[in-house]
Structure formats: C-alpha cells, structure tokens
C-alpha cells in the first residue's frame, strides 16, 4: 500500500485494507492504487490532476480513483486528513456488498476520476461523521472495530454512488487504456530497484515503446523516465525517515546504480541534500 505520503499512517487488519492519517504537502506528483478519501480540516488548496485543476477549501471532502497522477499545490495553512482504501484483493471485500464489476471499474479507469463534495451537498454531514468515525475507529481499533469501519466505508460508497458523486463510465477503450497502464505501473511498482526501459517494458507487457509512452504522456501527465525517477526519489526518502540505513546504501536499494547520480536527483527533486533531508524530517516526526 502506497501511503508514504500520509503522516502518522495507522495500519488497519480490517478486510477493507484501510489507511489513515495526515497528507503531507509538498507540492510533489503522487499515484497510488487505493481508493482516496480526503477531508480539509483547515486552510485551502488546489489538487491538480492530469486533466484539470480543483480549488477546495475549509469542510470540503474530495475522491480520487485508483492510479491517478495528481498533486497538491497553492495550500495555504492547510491540513488534510486521508483514508485510503486498497481494493486491489477483491477476496477482502465482501462481493455481497460491493459488486466486483464496480471494484473493476473503479481501479481500471471506467469512473469517476475526481469528485468534490462541498458543506452544501444534502448528505454530507453523514460522509464528514462516517469519514470521522473510520478515522477514530483506525486510531483507537477498539474492540469490534472492523465492523464499524466496514459499515460506515459501505454507507460512504452507497451515498457517493447513489447520487451520481461517482459514475461508472462506460468507456470500453479508456478501459483498456487503464487496463494497459495499471499492468506497466505494476510492474514498474515491483521492478524499480532494477534495471528498467521503455524496452524492458515492452518486452514484459507486448507493448510497443511508442505506446507505453503514450500511455505516461495522455494519462498520467509524465513520462516514463520521470514517473520512475520520481517512484525511486520517493522510495528513498521514506527510508531516509524511516531507518538508520547508510545513504550510499539506500541509493542502490531505490535504484540508482550510484551515489552521484543519486544525490543530483534528489536534490533537483527535493531542493535538499539526502543527509539534510533525513535530519529535517526527523525533527519534524
């Protein structure tokens, strides 16, 4: 699960596979194969994705889909509370209640790929105290609590989708677009420590490079070389924070066949060195 961008994650044994915690803002690219919830609990701030800009402010609660490329920018003073929920082991959730054909068309790109839910919306004082409800129920994981997360994550996605907050897009050829970009990024996901190119791709997937590209360039709003560089950056600074282990070693374990090349993209990516880096964001946990 991809929540290194979430400050004080809590870890869930619910078969939702549910996250919480505070979104770090840093103005960088993120893409993450879970379902986003988040709520803006001060400030304001402008989530870009590849297609669009949205302004959200104070009280607003906003959905992301699977494996879409966005970013924050523009917060001022803000702070976002986050659930994120995995559906990529459809075993985990109860088909009785969510239709696996929805669970496809959620992580294969046939909905809604950004909706934002402002105080005005008729049922948003119940999705703001089920959003609340999960997120103190994942902290606290008293006795029973997976229940409560499972019900109020049900009743979310029955009020999201029951009036037209999300939408299934019947959209065979985006689709298979999304279908074709989550099968590289997999294994982009499990790969990157290695050696990996256009070529490399194409060769495991029996795509062409011209395509793959392609993919990067109309989808995600990147390119291949960058999408890899910045999934390796992103790699390296969690375990900067997170372990003792030396930087020359980190290097390799994120993909870079050396220090140099590593410490000149970190710092173009972080405007910071990996040693000043680590010190900072150790003071700030």
């Known amino acids: 699960m991809s929540f290194d961008f979430l400050r004080s994650a809590t870890t869930s044994n619910s078969g939702f596979q549910v996250v919480c915690g505070e979104m770090v803002l840093d103005d ?8 986003m919830l988040a709520y803006v ?9 590849a297609t669009n800009a949205y302004n959200l402010h104070l009280g607003d609660i906003y959905f992301i889909a ?22 990529s082991t459809p075993t985990a959730v109860t088909q ?9 068309n959620l992580t294969t790109g046939n909905s809604t790929q950004f909706a934002k839910i402002s105080p ?32 109020k994550m049900y009743d979310i996605f029955y009020i999201l ?13 985006q689709g298979k677009k999304y279908r074709a970009l989550r099968k590289i990024t997999d294994y982009i996901n499990e790969n990157f420590c290695e050696s990996i190119s256009l ?14 590209s392609h993919l990067f360039k109309e989808l995600m709003n990147t390119t291949f070389v960058n999408y890899v560089n910045e999934l390796r950056l992103t790699r390296a600074a969690m375990l900067l924070t997170t372990t ?6 980190i290097a390799g374990m994120s993909g870079f066949n050396n220090i140099s090349n590593f410490n000149r993209a970190f710092k173009m990516y972080y405007d910071t060195t990996p040693s000043k880096y680590r010190k900072f964001e150790r003071q700030i946990y």
């Open 96 to 104: 009785e209640f969510i239709p696996q054909g929805l669970i496809r």
């Open 244 to 249: 003792d282990t030396p930087v020359i070693e």
């Open 161 to 173: 989708f029951s009036n037209g907050i999300i939408r299934i897009v019947e959209a065979e050829t």
């Open 41 to 49: 609990k001060s400030g304001k701030l402008t989530v870009e994705t």
């Open 66 to 87: 699977p494996n879409q490329r966005y970013r924050i920018s523009n917060h001022i003073n803000a702070n976002v509370d986050v659930v994120l929920l995995n559906l």
């Open 199 to 212: 070529d490399t791709i194409a060769q495991t997937t029996g795509l062409s490079r011209y395509y793959v």
């Open 120 to 151: 005005d919306f008729p049922y948003y004082a119940t999705l703001l105290e089920d959003f609340k409800t999960i997120k103190k129920a994942e902290t606290d994981k008293g006795e029973f609590y997976q229940l409560l997360v499972h019900g």
């Open 28 to 35: 960088k690219w993120n893409v993450h194969s879970e379902v």
